[in-house]
């Protein structure tokens, strides 16, 4: 089996690397990663006549890996034309997110972003995360429980569906602590108050690590007159108890799987629709 894996973290991700271990078990790996971070970029592409830059890395491991200066759907795009003569890898799997993609994250994940480029293109996609921001996050029970769930959901892929992805997310949580597996719709929680004033000393004691590692090494200085906003925000749950969100099974200690489409129309109004026009 071939297997093309991406994510939106970028190559030096430990997720990504997590992934590829367990990943190879199942068949030959191709890694293609964004360079720098690049979250929340959804399926946002490389457009503009932008220069990106490609480089092989012959030390990373296992399979292929190599870096594409962009995102991480541009990723994709490029991992399909150069990696396969066919276009055609078994699977396209992105990840490990550092964060969780469940609720209404799904819709801004660069994560699934790059799943998403993989089911346009006719492959089998599957997005997976790990409800933990941290860089540092322990990825040894996804690496661990991963293959095995991936192996059952291509065993019963539907035939000829198009434009699949199954979004994975893990609680934070051990292995022993883990409830099972559970199928799930996506959340409807949001956030507000989404925007705080800059302070990456303020950011830097909470998190533990340098700005730095969230991407924020190569922006360009402020110009006179500007002020800097950073995007954070309080979570909001808008689904009642005992419903299956994925974001609220996820609290309860399973891991879900939530099968997205790349398909944006609404059948159900379509139909409506054609009934009055």
């Not at 690496?143 to 609680?171: A, H, Q």
């Not at 929680?189 to 924020?216: P, Q, V, Y």
Request: with cysteine; aromatic share 10%; hydrophobic share 40%.
């Amino acid at each position: 089996m071939e297997i093309l894996i991406s994510n939106d973290d970028g190559y030096k991700a430990p997720g990504i690397h997590a992934l590829a271990r367990a990943m190879s078990k199942l068949g030959n790996v191709t890694v293609v990663a964004p360079k720098r971070h690049q979250s929340a970029m959804s399926m946002a592409v490389n457009l503009g006549l932008k220069k990106l830059a490609f480089k092989e890395l012959p030390d990373e491991g296992p399979g292929k890996w190599y870096y594409l200066d962009g995102t991480p759907s541009s990723c994709v795009k490029f991992g399909l034309e150069y990696m396969y003569p066919d276009r055609n890898p078994d699977l396209v799997i992105c990840g490990i997110n550092h964060g969780t993609n469940a609720s209404t994250a799904a819709n801004y994940s660069g994560t699934l972003g790059a799943a998403d480029e993989g089911a346009l293109n006719f492959r089998k996609a599957i997005g997976v995360s790990l409800c933990n921001f941290l860089p540092d996050a322990d990825m040894s029970v996804v690496e661990e429980m991963i293959p095995g769930i991936v192996k059952n959901l291509l065993d019963k892929w539907p035939e000829g569906k198009y434009g699949l992805v199954y979004n994975i997310n893990f609680p934070d949580l051990p292995a022993d602590k883990i409830k099972g597996v559970r199928i799930a719709y996506q959340g409807k929680g949001h956030w507000i108050k989404e925007f705080a004033d800059w302070d990456s000393r303020e950011l830097e004691r909470r998190f533990g690590k340098s700005m730095d590692t969230f991407g924020a090494a190569n922006e360009a200085p402020l110009e006179e007159g500007e002020k800097a906003y950073l995007m954070v925000g309080d979570f909001i749950d808008d689904e009642p108890d005992g419903v299956l969100a994925d974001h609220k099974l996820n609290d309860e200690g399973y891991i879900t799987i939530t099968p997205n489409t790349i398909d944006r129309t609404d059948y159900q109004e379509l139909n409506r629709l054609d009934m009055i026009f």
